[in-house]
């Protein structure tokens, strides 16, 4: 089973810049699809930015053009890179993680989709402020 450990949250102004990384270690964790959900005080959890293991990055559109994405297999982490934060960013986020499901030659993942992911770490707190 692949562990999760997220790092990297804190606070910031409203413009700053933050990067989350997510340590990924267990069998197979290279071939892992992998996600970052948020999720605010009252509020749903809530996809934030996905990659699958052909390196291909699904955002939201909240975060579109402001976060960045990224897998470093070798390093065995994922990170996301947040910059121009804004108060609506505040949340704690989560790194998820769900092997793919292979359908002939291709591995597949489920971008986005909450229900589907069935690893996750115990998150880390962005707090931005205006």
């Known amino acids: 089973q692949v562990q999760l450990v997220e790092s990297g949250g804190g606070s910031e102004q409203a413009g700053g810049s933050l990067r989350l990384s997510c340590g990924v270690s267990?069998?197979?964790?290279?071939?892992?699809?992998l996600a970052w959900f948020r999720q605010a005080p009252g509020k749903e959890r809530e996809g934030v930015a996905s990659?699958?293991?052909?390196?291909?990055?699904i955002y939201a559109d909240s975060v579109k053009g402001r976060f960045t994405l990224s897998r470093d297999n070798g390093a065995n982490t994922l990170y996301l890179q947040m910059d121009n934060l804004r108060p609506e960013d505040t949340a704690r986020y989560y790194c998820?993680?769900?092997?793919?499901?292979?359908?002939?030659?291709?591995?597949?993942?489920?971008?986005?989709?909450?229900?589907?992911?069935?690893?996750w770490g115990q998150g880390t707190q962005v707090t931005v402020s205006s």
């Open positions: 267990g069998p197979g964790q290279r071939t892992w699809c």
């Open positions: 998820a993680a769900v092997r793919p499901q292979v359908v002939g030659s291709d591995w597949r993942c489920p971008a986005l989709a909450l229900v589907q992911y069935n690893t």
């Open positions: 990659i699958d293991n052909y390196r291909r990055v």
